[in-house]
């Protein structure tokens, strides 16, 4: 009777033992492209509260190749390291109608990593007061006024639109959403902001011809990035 109920203790830790190893191997890894695929993912089907618009839809692979990045790291990339940058926000129309490309053009090249910064908190804003000076409303943090630095020569003048419709510039630049920046070991060697010029409408999904024409920038600015060497981004 004793080896019985030894035998019955053995049989039930050998059965805990199994259910726990199980449960440990059910558990779901969340990379951060799971996390980025439900970030942008999220608002399909949602209507954009300013506009009454919806969103474009986004699809990404549960494998894609985006890697968040914070500012500080983004900072050491720009300065000495090599990679495929790109700054945007789930909620910018344009963001969402390019980066299903991206991720194409990243698979055709090759391109394991693309590091992602999210810059809708991070960025000041100006706005115009009622005798159309420029009054900044929010500041920017720290990091994101160094990135605007280090990418200065390519990025846009930043202006903004009074009740008449005339432009007002405001003296600065801006990072606009979507900007993808390829770095090679510390120099930027390719810059492309936006979309495609004939995208006239962020909410208006691109066509065929113009995806095509967009992914055939991406590849080029990936490819001139990592012309000659494979380290970081690879």
């Given at each position: 009777m004793f080896l019985v109920l030894i035998g019955i203790i053995i049989l039930i830790a050998c059965g805990c033992g199994f259910l726990a190893l199980q449960k440990v191997e059910e558990t779901p890894i969340i990379t951060d492209a799971i996390k980025i695929k439900e970030e942008y993912e999220l608002l399909n089907g949602k209507i954009n509260e300013s506009n009454n618009?919806?969103?474009?839809?986004?699809?990404?692979?549960?494998d894609n190749p985006f890697v968040y990045r914070s500012e500080s790291e983004i900072i050491d990339i720009l300065k000495n390291r090599t990679g495929i940058i790109y700054f945007g926000f789930s909620s910018c129309p344009w963001c969402r109608s390019i980066l299903p490309i991206l991720e194409e053009a990243a698979r055709e090249v090759g391109v394991a990593q693309i590091f992602y910064l999210d810059i809708q908190n991070i960025r000041d804003v100006l706005e115009l007061d009622e005798n159309d000076k420029v009054v900044t409303s929010k500041e920017g943090n720290n990091g994101y006024y160094q990135i605007v630095e280090l990418l200065d020569e390519y990025l846009s003048e930043y202006s903004l639109e009074n009740k008449e419709g005339k432009e007002i510039s405001t003296g600065k630049k801006r990072l606009f959403a979507p900007t993808v920046v390829g770095v090679l070991n510390g120099k930027i060697v390719s810059f492309h902001e936006g979309s495609v010029d004939s995208q006239k409408?962020?909410?208006?999904?691109l066509s065929d011809v113009q995806k095509e024409e967009l992914k055939s920038i991406y590849v080029d600015l990936i490819q001139k990035t990592l012309e000659g060497t494979c380290n970081d981004a690879c």
């Open positions: 618009l919806n969103y474009p839809v986004v699809t990404l692979s549960i409408n962020g909410f208006e999904p």
